[in-house]
């Protein structure tokens, strides 16, 4: 069963890297015109191009890695296990980096969208995010 949804996914992965490089091709202009506009304020359309793109490249970026070290599992190639290691590193740029500047750039959009929309606590966010750390060292040294 393992086998099998590992196959599903490593095709979901050529599918979804098409359909992504296709936003990130269609994007790339309008995203490029953000460094040269003339406003200097922007509004909620120049903060969502950023968030779409770079949610895009991000996600373009994890599944290429993800992909390759799956592929690499797959067919029982004997680093695979050791390619797994490294592939946290990848996480901390690709997905997690990238992807919090996508998603803050995509909640700036809606809050200028939207006068409506609440605010995010970005203190409450970091601060969980620093507990979590601290809670999963002290909890690995006590196992």
Known sequence: MHNAITLLSLGLTVVYLQY??????EWLPATKK??????PKWGSTEWLILGIFTG???????????????SFDYLGLSFAEEAFSSGVSFNVFFRQTLGIISAFAHIKAALLWDSGVKPISHFRV???GVLSMITLSIVSHSL
């Open 126 to 128: 970091w601060s969980l």
């Open 20 to 25: 992504a490089w296709q936003v990130i091709i």
């Open 34 to 39: 953000l460094k040269t506009s003339a406003t």
């Open 56 to 70: 895009f490249v991000a996600g373009f970026a994890d599944n290429v890695i993800w992909g390759l070290l799956w």
